[in-house]
């Protein structure tokens, strides 16, 4: 059983497009987070949610908009897609008690 | 505000040498500290965490790191590098009361070479 899963793995769309992806985490955490590894590695945190609640939104587009229906799924839509937002998108839980993640496996977005 | 520095972009060591991946960090209160690892086109696996206590940490493939309060430092070590050891390595930083937020280091390439 995977952890935190996330759906697509890849994803390839033109500029314009609208895109989803899906995240899910059977550990029974309850809070999720997305974060964008550009083409250098960095990593940077977009967004939070505590148990359905957005507890983090950093400098992040308005293009993009977080979506959890539940505290074991955390959604992140893009519209309007840019050539800038391809990237690798990471999603990831934590407990309160642990402090650290437990990553997804990344989807790898390429805009064209 | 919260930040991890990781001045080196890559490290270079010999197979069956001791290695040392450096991290430093700058908060607001006491820091939970944490080194992850990163395989080419995978997500990121926890090594290690400093929470309290002891200030050599354990973890995961032989690792371990040394918390020095009065450094700002959490360097990553390993007695014996492995050629399957080669990896892209992040530090990490939260402090409580910040959301839980992980703030990463930019990265360490280590590559062990036979």
């Known amino acids: 059983d995977t952890a935190v899963s996330q759906t697509p793995k890849y994803l390839v769309t033109q500029m314009g497009n609208d895109k989803s992806i899906k995240c899910e985490q059977n550990l029974g955490h309850d809070t999720m987070y997305w974060y964008k590894q550009d083409s250098k590695k960095f990593l940077k945190i977009m967004f939070s949610?505590?148990?359905?609640?957005?507890?983090i939104n950093e400098t992040v587009p308005n293009r993009f908009s977080p979506k959890s229906p539940d505290k074991a799924h955390l959604n992140l839509h893009i519209n309007s897609l840019e050539l800038g937002d391809s990237a690798v998108y990471f999603c990831?839980?934590?407990?309160?008690?642990?402090?650290?993640?437990?990553f997804g496996s990344g989807t790898r977005l390429t805009v064209v | 505000a919260q930040s991890v520095a990781q001045p080196e972009d890559q490290v270079n060591v010999a197979e069956g040498n001791p290695l040392t991946v450096k991290c430093t960090y700058s908060?607001?209160?006491?820091?939970?500290l944490f080194w992850y690892v990163q395989y080419p086109n995978r997500g990121l696996q926890f090594l290690l965490k400093y929470i309290t206590g002891d200030n050599l940490v354990k973890g995961s493939y032989g690792f371990e790191a040394e918390f020095n309060k009065s450094q700002t430092s959490f360097h990553l070590k390993k007695p014996s590098a492995l050629v399957s050891d080669s990896a892209l390595y992040f530090c990490a930083v939260r402090v409580t009361g910040g959301g839980n937020k992980l703030t990463f280091g930019t990265g360490t390439q280590l590559k062990v070479e036979l």
């Open positions: 949610y505590n148990n359905k609640e957005l507890i």
């Open positions: 908060v607001s209160g006491n820091p939970y």
């Open positions: 990831a839980s934590s407990d309160r008690m642990f402090g650290g993640y437990t």
